[in-house]
């Protein structure tokens, strides 16, 4: 899960200052976590505390209201409604992480990834987007290849994996669309060879920076092991003791 987190947070500062290269600075003072994390953590804590997805996303985005959320995530989080709006947005794949790590079989990380992406992404490509980047991480925890995981992607859920980054770079743009965005964050794990490479590729597609890197980064995690002790420092600081602590007990729960 850390991994995720430390790709909201480095991409976080290419949003809306995109590039298209993979040589950028990993931290500087204006990095800091948003909605990717506020709901990854969330999701962790709903996993451990076995607490419905839809009250502790309430929840904690209350909590920090001005973490950058979508506009209709901001008003269902205020809403007395719980009721999902069809979104085919990333968010769903963004937070889904946890899943990922917590779950023991194929089947498990579709009912869960599903579970906490319906809520409020109840779109099938938002359904999708979240299952697609669970089954990756769950994939990766197993070692199994990189081939293996860009198979088993391709053929459940129908994504082109067959491209490359250098194909995408030059015509890429922002976009917040599960579609149009969980492929090319699983492209950029592919393509990686490290976990910090993983990031950085992310980034240089020049899109939803901190959200591409939070999908890549979780994978990456997951298939690496670890996320390096200079970047983990570095997330670690950025973080409020709130979310500290919920990591170090999934960490613990799950064997990371």
């Not at 209350?62 to 506009?71: H, L, N, S």
């Not at 959200?211 to 950025?238: D, K, L, Q």
């Amino acid at each position: 899960m850390l991994g995720a987190i430390a790709g909201d947070i480095i991409g976080s500062v290419y949003e809306a200052h995109p590039v298209k290269s993979a040589e950028f600075p990993l931290f500087s003072r204006y990095s800091t976590f948003t909605d990717d994390t506020v709901l990854t953590v969330a999701v962790a804590y709903a996993i451990l505390e076995r607490a419905e997805y839809a009250e502790t996303l309430k929840s904690f985005g209350r909590r920090y209201p001005d973490a950058g959320y979508g506009m209709s995530f901001y008003h269902w989080m205020f809403s007395p409604s719980a009721a999902p709006y069809n979104s085919w947005g990333n968010g769903s794949a963004m937070r889904v992480s946890p899943v990922g790590f917590a779950c023991d079989s194929v089947e498990d990380v579709l009912h869960e990834a599903e579970r906490s992406a319906a809520v409020t992404h109840n779109h099938p490509e938002g359904i999708k987007g979240a299952q697609a980047t669970a089954l990756a991480i769950f994939f990766a925890r197993r070692r199994e290849s990189k081939e293996t995981i860009k198979r088993e992607i391709q053929e459940r859920f129908d994504y082109n994996l067959e491209r490359t980054l250098d194909d995408i770079r030059p015509w890429y743009s922002f976009d917040v669309s599960c579609q149009g965005s969980v492929p090319e964050s699983i492209i950029a794990f592919l393509e990686a060879e490290s976990f910090e490479d993983a990031i950085r590729k992310a980034v240089s597609l020049g899109g939803d920076s901190d959200t591409m890197a939070c999908i890549a980064g979780g994978i990456a995690h997951a298939f690496y092991g670890e996320v390096p002790e200079n970047i983990a420092a570095s997330v670690r600081v950025r973080l409020p003791e709130e979310f500290l602590l919920i990591i170090d007990r999934f960490n613990a729960a799950y064997g990371l």
